[in-house]
């Protein structure tokens, strides 16, 4: 089974071709143009690379946010044109649940951010356990305080994920010693 999976909801786009469990690819671009001009390309090239076309592919998955409202108009505007034209089932994925599962097992807690702007925070929090993450807080948009309320009382390592990761913990890192930025 062919999946082909994107992101437009943040800085960088992504895409990312998977065979039954196996990742054949996934490109990440930043260049500075819209994800208006890079997706399509992108999903392109990735599939040119193993003689696919989007009549092969099994299943469409994309971000569905939180993050940037252009980026997942583009997105989910692109996902559903593939769908409905190749007759391909298509489904949503959180794009901090997305991050908190890339992040491999960690045991404690995995805060995935990604900056909202205006000393905001999209955020999710998920317990670390077993392998499994199970979900603590739901995709929301939060000032930093208020997400330092919510880890306040953490008594495990807090990991921060996502491209707001360190903005997070350079602003909360005082007030929560056991916050933990992963390379």
């Keep these: 089974m062919y999946v082909l999976a994107f ?18 690819c996934c490109t990440t671009l930043q260049n500075g143009n819209t994800h208006s001009q890079t997706l399509l390309p ?6 040119q ?7 092969d592919i099994d299943l469409m998955a994309c971000s569905v946010g939180p993050g940037s ?3 997942v ?41 990604m900056d909202a702007r205006r000393s905001q925070t ?12 199970t979900r603590i807080l739901e995709d929301c948009a939060i000032s930093f305080a208020e997400l330092g309320e919510k880890l306040k009382n953490c008594k495990k390592p807090i990991f ?3 491209d707001g990761g360190t903005l997070c ?6 007030r929560l010693p056991r916050l933990i930025l992963p390379p």
């Design 160 to 162: 921060l994920v996502g």
């Design 42 to 47: 992108m999903i392109e090239q990735a599939l």
């Design 49 to 55: 690379q193993f003689s696919l076309t989007v009549t």
């Design 73 to 113: 108009r583009i997105g989910v505007a692109a996902a559903k044109g593939f769908a409905w034209g190749g007759e391909i089932p298509c489904c949503g994925v959180s794009t901090l649940e997305a991050m908190a599962e890339s992040r491999g097992v960690y045991r404690g807690y995995v805060c995935a951010c």
């Design 122 to 133: 999209y955020t999710a929090i998920f317990k670390a356990e077993s392998g499994k993450l």
């Design 7 to 24: 992101d437009t909801t943040a800085i960088a786009a992504s895409v990312c071709v998977c065979a039954d469990d196996k990742l054949l």
């Design 169 to 174: 913990y350079n602003t909360l890192k005082e």
């Design 69 to 71: 409202f252009t980026g």
